[in-house]
């Protein structure tokens, strides 16, 4: 656990705007450094952009994004967690990346935390990574079932991998990756401003 | 109720995302015409900026506004409901400019719906409301109990304006717009895909 973890991630068009805002939000909310890269779609006809980048995301909500991907400069020594958010189109950008796949194969290697949340799921499968407890939106199981140890819960933890299912897990997903960066206690601590309705199981 | 609801939501520097992103987000997946207006701050030493507009929100994400805005082109003949979200520097913008507060009274007058979330609840006292139930963000209580008949639940619809307290409570929030705008059905057929932990009061 580091004392100021900082955290990448990744957007793209497409992306669904709410997984990456609770995401991004409450781990600033935790003082993680955080960053957002955003992911060109290689099947676009143009693909210079504006500088910083904006992504126009699933329900049309348009986000800055920090900085342009670029694989050296987001790898593991620089970041303790890569998150891959979903949205169906943004999804397909992100995990269809060659450097994506690459940036979450090193990061597995280097021990550090990869976070994917929605069809951002579909990441674990295209990086190649082994079979291991997993979950992911509804919508894409039948594509992960086979290759993943498929779970139904709204997060599920497999040592260094936390997956999620969608925008309605995203609070309990974030408060997950604050505990594992910044500890239980942090997690608590942020928590009450949220101010969740009570019964609330997360 | 409207065949095809339209909604308009206003956004600052210092708005909350999420609570901006939620209900944004969730209000299009219920097929809610939805548009964004940025506020300018009126205490800002440069008023000019950027065509579309952008928002720096409370946690530092850029969001991209649909339309600056123009109390001409917002009015209650043009939208069902107006929502404000909170995040404190974005709530002091709105709720404390005149031309939003002449819009919340011209939506009330003309028995529009009126969202406010958060810190923005504010603006039900700059506006100058009757007394009647509500609630906001833990943080402005003290600020609006004198004034309203103060309440702790999670969402509060007092005729037709409904209050809701902070990130935690964005989505029930906005299923209550849905609800309102578009009837229990579409609440219910949009809620599926978002997943909620089982358990999920709301």
Redesign the interface.
Same mark, same amino acid.
């Given at each position: 656990m580091s004392a100021s973890p900082a955290a990448l991630i990744l957007i793209a068009d497409g992306t669904?705007?709410?997984e990456f805002?609770?995401t991004?939000?409450i781990l600033? +909310?935790a003082g993680v450094r955080?960053v !957002?890269a955003f992911v060109q779609d290689l099947a676009a006809s143009v693909l210079a952009g504006p500088n910083p980048p904006?992504a126009t995301c !699933? &329900? $049309?909500? +348009?986000? $800055?994004a920090d900085m342009y991907f670029d694989l050296a400069q987001c790898g593991p020594d620089m970041y303790d967690v890569v998150i891959i958010p979903g949205g169906a189109r943004g999804a397909d950008t992100l995990a269809g990346h060659p450097s994506v796949q690459e940036l979450v194969r090193r990061y597995v290697e280097r021990n550090k935390l990869v976070g994917m949340i929605c069809a951002g799921s579909l990441a674990a499968q295209t990086a190649k990574l082994e079979k291991q407890p997993l979950t992911s939106? =509804?919508?894409v199981k039948a594509q992960l079932q086979d290759d993943f140890e498929y779970s139904e819960d709204?997060v599920v933890v497999s040592d260094n991998l936390i997956t999620s &299912? $969608? =925008? $309605?897990?995203a609070?309990?997903f974030a408060l997950t990756l604050v505990e594992m960066l910044c500890g239980p206690q942090k997690r608590e601590e942020i928590r009450g401003?949220?101010?969740? =309705? !009570?019964?609330?199981?997360?």
């Amino acid at each position: 656990m580091s004392a100021s973890p900082a955290a990448l991630i990744l957007i793209a068009d497409g992306t669904e705007e709410m997984e990456f805002t609770i995401t991004y939000d409450i781990l600033v +909310r935790a003082g993680v450094r955080t960053v !957002s890269a955003f992911v060109q779609d290689l099947a676009a006809s143009v693909l210079a952009g504006p500088n910083p980048p904006f992504a126009t995301c !699933s &329900r $049309g909500i +348009r986000i $800055g994004a920090d900085m342009y991907f670029d694989l050296a400069q987001c790898g593991p020594d620089m970041y303790d967690v890569v998150i891959i958010p979903g949205g169906a189109r943004g999804a397909d950008t992100l995990a269809g990346h060659p450097s994506v796949q690459e940036l979450v194969r090193r990061y597995v290697e280097r021990n550090k935390l990869v976070g994917m949340i929605c069809a951002g799921s579909l990441a674990a499968q295209t990086a190649k990574l082994e079979k291991q407890p997993l979950t992911s939106h =509804p919508s894409v199981k039948a594509q992960l079932q086979d290759d993943f140890e498929y779970s139904e819960d709204p997060v599920v933890v497999s040592d260094n991998l936390i997956t999620s &299912r $969608g =925008p $309605g897990t995203a609070f309990p997903f974030a408060l997950t990756l604050v505990e594992m960066l910044c500890g239980p206690q942090k997690r608590e601590e942020i928590r009450g401003p949220l101010v969740f =309705p !009570s019964q609330t199981p997360f």
